[in-house]
């Protein structure tokens, strides 16, 4: 099902949540009526893009990686796990987290592999981009961070790797929130042709199929990049001081590695790691995702993505999709920070 962001609707539904849940949560203003068990964020001095910055910058070791991570929020929080895309970075929540943070969410928001301040512990570590390795490291530095359960939110490459979180590791997954909903890959599907017109969407990874394309986003990586913003969020105007925020992020070494092995092993161009087939293959069985889950896409997103219709089917426990219009692109949290906020708060209230 989709949910068009009719704020008409809004106030009405949360009116009447009120009045059903008033014995268990006191709401401190009708007309700010949320529903039952949602956590109030505090948009009232909200504007997009006033965060420039995350205040607290952590690193931890977790698995294989030194991690580097945001976090805001109260230490005693429910904790919510942010996971940022390709080719973006933590500054894709730099506004949610604060919304998250003022309803009494602790956010975690880390650098994945290849990104920002997160490191190889090891040099010998092969630079892996599969899905399932990312997965791993979330799990890992949940483990480091000792949450033993987390809501998982995120796009691109993070909504990936909460659904793999929530698909394989259900016990540590409260709820999720995925931007252009299931994207757990078939292996052998990803390799039949598509029609020509589909093909053409994924331009950008048969460049980084060809050794001529490595050497190319090695060079010209921030270019590359910005250009991926543009076709991707067509009519987000973003200035060039928010693109370079995001930029520096690609400077880490392991960047290129990492991203160039991640698109080649999804196109079975690649090997992933033995240590990983047994994730592999059950991830290959497409599984069905249990837990509560709201689905989320932009109604301007350029880049490549499923309708909402094609994966509906692929979660079994309470779910409900969330179109966003407004020209919202791909980078939905960035773009629509609110709205995306309001996604996690009501994915992990106590009573649909």
Not at 227 to 243: G, H
């Amino acid at each position: 099902m989709s949910d068009k962001i009719n704020h008409d609707r809004r106030r009405f539904f949360g009116t009447a949540a009120m009045i059903l849940a008033a014995a268990q949560f006191a709401l401190n203003d009708s007309a700010n009526a949320q529903p039952a068990g949602r956590k109030s964020l505090d948009t009232r001095n909200f504007k997009r893009g006033t965060n420039t910055s995350f205040a607290s910058l952590k690193q931890i070791d977790a698995g294989l990686l030194n991690v580097g991570y945001a976090e805001t929020g109260p230490a005693d929080g429910a904790p919510v796990i942010l996971l940022h895309g390709w080719p973006y970075d933590i500054h894709s929540f730099v506004d949610v987290a604060p919304l998250l943070a003022s309803a009494g969410y602790r956010v975690i928001v880390p650098s994945l592999r290849g990104y920002g301040t997160t490191r190889f512990l090891s040099d010998t570590t092969i630079r892996n981009g599969q899905p399932s390795a990312v997965a791993v490291d979330t799990i890992a530095l949940m483990d480091a961070l000792k949450i033993e359960k987390a809501t998982l939110a995120g796009f691109d490459w993070g909504a990936r790797t909460a659904n793999i979180v929530a698909a394989l590791w259900p016990e540590r997954c409260k709820a999720m929130v995925s931007v252009s909903g299931y994207l757990i890959g078939n292996p052998e599907a990803e390799r039949k042709p598509l029609p020509p017109k589909a093909e053409l969407q994924w331009w950008y990874q048969f460049y980084f199929a060809t050794e001529r394309g490595r050497e190319g986003y090695d060079k010209y990586g921030h270019d590359f990049s910005k250009l991926i913003w543009q076709l991707a969020s067509p009519k987000w105007e973003f200035d060039d001081a928010t693109f370079d925020r995001s930029a520096k992020a690609f400077d880490n070494p392991d960047h290129v590695a990492v991203a160039i092995h991640h698109y080649r092993c999804r196109r079975g161009l690649a090997e992933g790691e033995p240590k990983y087939d047994d994730l592999e293959k059950r991830l290959a069985q497409r599984p069905v995702i249990t837990v509560p889950t709201i689905t989320m896409e932009g109604d301007a997103n350029g880049a490549p993505h499923p309708e909402p219709a094609a994966y509906a089917k692929m979660f079994s426990g309470k779910y409900s999709h969330r179109t966003i219009a407004g020209g919202i692109g791909h980078n939905l949290p960035q773009e629509a920070p609110q709205a995306f906020a309001e996604a996690v708060a009501d994915v992990t209230k106590l009573d649909w």
